[in-house]
């Protein structure tokens, strides 16, 4: 069973800085490729980063030159530093695998479908 936890999550100011952290079980990160939504109250869940087994990075453009998504394969781990945070980057942040290396932009949740998921963690930024 594929199994992702979150951590990392937290409030700062804007400006402040974040790294969010998730773990896998249930998979070789050989396999999937991973990535981070994110859904604020009341809107879609939005695609903010991902990365393919074989390291090549997308970002929404919103956090282009912010955010940094990395891998760490030997402990089936993914990361994503979140620098020069914005009160508009408030939001559950999901952590997400998927096998089939496509990634459905927007969703109007972060669950189900072909995505398996973790269990969210909270960032919040104030201005």
């Known amino acids: 069973e594929v199994q992702l936890v979150e951590s990392g999550g937290g409030s700062v100011q804007a400006g402040g800085i974040l790294r969010l952290s998730c773990t896998g079980s249930?998979?070789?990160?050989?396999?999937?490729?991973m990535g981070w939504y994110r859904q604020a109250p009341g809107k879609e869940c939005d695609l903010v980063s991902t990365i393919s087994s074989d390291g090549r990075t997308y970002y929404t453009d919103s956090v282009k030159g912010r955010f940094t998504i990395s891998q760490d394969k030997g402990n089936n781990a993914v990361a994503l530093q979140m620098n020069s945070l914005k009160p508009e980057d408030t939001a559950v942040y999901y952590c997400?695998?998927?096998?089939?290396?496509?990634?459905?932009?927007?969703?109007?949740?972060?669950?189900?479908?072909?995505?398996?998921w973790g269990q969210g963690t909270q960032v919040t930024v104030s201005s």
């Open positions: 249930g998979f070789t990160f050989d396999d999937v490729d």
């Open positions: 997400a695998a998927t096998f089939t290396g496509d990634w459905a932009d927007p969703l109007s949740s972060c669950s189900g479908g072909y995505v398996h």
